[in-house]
């Protein structure tokens, strides 16, 4: 069953909403929601839940009264697709090889799975740390940061969104995992505006308009506070915005002049959604630290992955991501199966290629449409604003919402981000056929709407 997100201005009592849960809930998912609701802490984007799901499988994820979603969310994991064959096969296998490893003891998943993520991720970023998700990776990669530098403080972006552990609520952005936390987070963690800004994301200035200005930003906190560790940030906002030309290469000489490290945080973009093995390639830059995780895991199994340059393996001294299952055999396995499917399956060529098909689609039926205030993308990762007034893009909340549920009713699952942003994110494997069926269910709501 879809996960319907409430982002920042979508309201949980909606008509549209309402609407759609007297329709959704039947005989089957209601004893299971009131069960979970009963267990289950409650809290924002999560629970209590609107709807069940009992199976997932290829792009496709169905609830327990038999109805079927195309999923173009699914918690940025899916890219091989749910259930993938060669997947399963690759796990069962090394359940019955080798289930677990305590720490201090290697074996051979784990290092395999390291040496192909070196071999994959450009430059010299070749030593690594497994964690079981992104938000515990942000927060090595932090830590590596104030050994190597002998600094605390970092710059981040607002809105962003890097985990809802501590360290990783305290560098990120998003309200919703910053709010409600009494006292203060991380001291040291300056933010600036996001490259997301008026001007190049809603204008469409290039940076001959703009002046960049917002990465400009970046270099004037660094030259303020002088002593900054490292600057955080996702290389395409998963939202998503598109970073305008020649802005990380402005951060990166910037982070190089004052002697701060870049880590890019590719837990939503990496392994082909963007069109690129990593979406940071296509501005042709170099992190000293990059992050992985999510569909890393391959879509079963929890994994992320915190890649260094070789020359800031400086923390032997001490703990920094003492993990249980830090090198655990099946996931490792399950990460390193997930990189061979993707390559092998010419995966990455393949998002690049439909993702340019898709977003084609799109611009031609809708960029008259009035309600259409923009339409970005990378790869099989795009969106689609909805306003209210196309002149100063009035967020059109309550029409996206109305969207949202007329697609659900089509069979097509997605995610609303910022209330108003209609999230297209479906995975890799999708068939040009099943694509186009979505997007004709998109297009049909949104002009119903219009």
């Known amino acids: 069953m879809p996960q319907i997100v409430h982002t920042e201005g979508e309201s949980n009592t909606s008509e549209a ?37 009992a199976k997932a499988e290829g792009i496709w994820i169905e609830d327990i009264e038999g109805r079927r979603y195309m999923d173009f969310h699914g918690n940025s994991v899916h890219h091989i697709g749910y259930g993938h064959p060669r997947l399963v096969a690759a796990i069962k296998a090394q359940l019955d090889d080798l289930p677990f490893a305590p720490r201090r003891f290697t074996n051979d998943p784990a290092v ?22 992104g938000s515990d990776a942000n927060e090595v990669a932090l ?3 104030r050994a190597a530098t002998g600094r605390f403080k970092t710059i981040s972006f607002w809105d962003a969104f890097h985990g809802a ?14 709010s409600h936390i009494a006292g203060p987070l991380l001291s040291g963690t300056e933010h600036v505006a996001p490259f997301a800004c008026y001007r190049c994301a809603y204008n469409h200035a290039g940076p001959e308009t703009c002046g960049l200005a917002c990465a400009k930003m970046v270099e004037y906190v660094l030259e303020r506070e002088g002593d900054v560790a490292a600057v955080i ?17 402005t951060v990166r000489e ?5 002697g701060a490290l870049l880590i890019m945080d590719e837990i939503p973009t990496s392994l082909g959604k963007t069109g690129r093995m990593f979406a940071f390639e296509h501005d042709e830059i170099i992190p000293d630290i990059v992050t992985l995780g999510k569909a890393l895991g391959g879509g079963i199994l929890p994994i992320a992955a915190c890649v260094a340059r070789k020359q800031l393996d400086v923390c032997g001294d001490f703990a920094i991501g003492h993990y249980t299952h830090e090198k655990n055999p099946v996931t490792a396995r399950a990460a390193l199966t997930t990189i061979q499917i993707i390559e092998d399956e010419g995966l990455v060529r393949r998002s690049a290629e439909l993702g340019e098909h898709a977003i084609g689609r799109l611009m031609d039926e809708l960029q008259n449409v009035p309600i259409v205030g923009d339409i970005r993308g990378r790869g099989l990762m795009f969106g689609i604003e909805i306003v209210d007034d196309r002149a100063d893009k009035t967020p059109g909340i ?13 069979g097509l699952s997605y995610k609303i981000s910022q209330g108003c942003v209609l999230t297209l994110s479906p995975p890799l494997t999708i068939s040009r056929l099943e694509l186009d069926r979505a997007i004709d269910i998109v297009i049909a709501a949104i002009k119903a709407e219009s």
């Open 398 to 410: 309550a029409s996206a919402e109305r969207i949202y549920y007329a697609c659900l009713e089509a």
């Open 143 to 145: 830590k590596i940061a």
């Open 165 to 178: 552990g501590f360290g990783a609520a305290s560098v990120g952005g998003e309200a919703t995992f910053r």
């Open 233 to 249: 940030a996702e290389p395409m906002r998963a939202v998503p915005y598109v970073p305008p030309p020649g802005f990380w290469k």
């Open 112 to 133: 395999e799975l390291a040496e192909k993520l070196a071999q994959i991720v450009p430059g010299d970023l070749g030593k690594m740390l497994f964690t079981t998700g």
């Open 254 to 258: 910037a982070c190089n002049r004052h």
């Open 17 to 53: 909403r309402k609407a759609w849960l007297r329709k959704s809930m039947g005989p089957k998912s209601t004893p299971l929601l009131k069960r979970d609701a009963n267990v289950f802490m409650h809290q924002s984007l999560s629970s209590p839940c609107v709807s069940t799901i």
